[in-house]
């Protein structure tokens, strides 16, 4: 995460935060996401972390600035610390793991950045909307973080997002191959999401 100065803190001002709890077949567990939303100057950041308290702790944060999107990655389990960096502008965008020669990947089509978290859900899924109900989504990789090598690298799919009748969303495509349902709040940010990860993993995430 890059170093703020004494003046830009006191520039700083939370303007809302809040947590996510996740349940797995109805019953709570130990993960639980924080987030907060901050302006810092003329940026609106995002900061949130998720945890199960023991195994792993995911770290994001996320700005934009003269028309770039930012966002700052940050792992760490039994095996490591890990961090990485990436930055999408126009039609392709710069990433690095901390440490490596930063790589550049263009797309051939409009493509929308999901920064892994579900503070960051709500977003997501309206910008599709306003695409026509179909994008293309970039999402740093987190399926094999004991491998160095794979860990926050970019994976590009195509998703989909239908308006249901009761308000809520249908999303496809990625790892939603048989879909998700996201319910949002009159502000955009995520409410609840329920999704049938396999025939025994019904995982439902609630904002709280």
Same mark, same amino acid.
């Given at each position: 995460?890059?170093?703020? $100065?004494r003046?830009q803190?006191?520039?700083?001002i !939370?303007d809302?935060?809040?947590?996510?709890?996740?349940?797995l @077949?109805?019953?709570q567990?130990? *993960? %639980?996401?924080? +987030? *907060?939303?901050?302006? &810092?100057? $003329?940026?609106?950041?995002t !900061? #949130?972390?998720r945890?199960?308290?023991?195994h792993?702790?995911l770290g %994001?944060?996320? +700005?934009?600035?003269?028309? *770039?999107?930012f /966002?700052?990655?940050?792992w760490? @389990? /039994?095996?490591g610390?890990y961090?990485?960096?990436y930055a999408l502008?126009?039609?392709? *965008?710069?990433?690095n793991?901390?440490?490596?020669?930063?790589?550049?990947l263009?797309f051939?089509?409009?493509?929308?950045? =999901?920064?892994?978290?579900?503070?960051?859900?709500?977003?997501?899924?309206? #910008?599709?909307?306003?695409?026509?109900g179909r994008s293309?989504v970039?999402?740093?990789?987190?399926?094999?973080?004991?491998?160095?090598?794979?860990l926050f690298?970019?994976?590009?799919?195509?998703? #989909?997002?239908? !308006? &249901?009748?009761?308000? /809520?969303y249908?999303?496809?495509?990625?790892?939603? $191959?048989?879909g998700?349902r996201?319910?949002?709040?009159?502000?955009g940010? &995520?409410?609840?999401?329920?999704w049938?990860?396999?025939?025994g993993? =019904? +995982?439902?995430?609630?904002? %709280?």
């Amino acid at each position: 995460l890059h170093r703020v $100065d004494r003046r830009q803190r006191q520039m700083c001002i !939370r303007d809302s935060e809040g947590r996510y709890r996740y349940l797995l @077949n109805g019953k709570q567990t130990a *993960v %639980v996401e924080h +987030w *907060v939303h901050y302006q &810092l100057g $003329d940026n609106q950041v995002t !900061r #949130t972390l998720r945890s199960d308290g023991h195994h792993f702790v995911l770290g %994001v944060k996320a +700005w934009g600035k003269g028309g *770039v999107e930012f /966002a700052s990655l940050y792992w760490e @389990n /039994a095996t490591g610390r890990y961090s990485a960096n990436y930055a999408l502008q126009g039609d392709g *965008v710069r990433w690095n793991l901390e440490g490596d020669t930063p790589q550049e990947l263009l797309f051939d089509r409009p493509t929308c950045f =999901f920064p892994l978290m579900r503070v960051f859900s709500g977003e997501t899924l309206l #910008t599709i909307v306003e695409n026509g109900g179909r994008s293309q989504v970039l999402v740093p990789s987190i399926k094999t973080p004991e491998q160095r090598d794979s860990l926050f690298q970019p994976l590009l799919s195509e998703r #989909t997002v239908e !308006r &249901l009748p009761d308000g /809520a969303y249908h999303y496809r495509g990625g790892e939603y $191959d048989d879909g998700a349902r996201y319910e949002l709040n009159a502000s955009g940010l &995520l409410q609840r999401y329920a999704w049938q990860q396999s025939e025994g993993e =019904f +995982w439902e995430v609630e904002l %709280v």
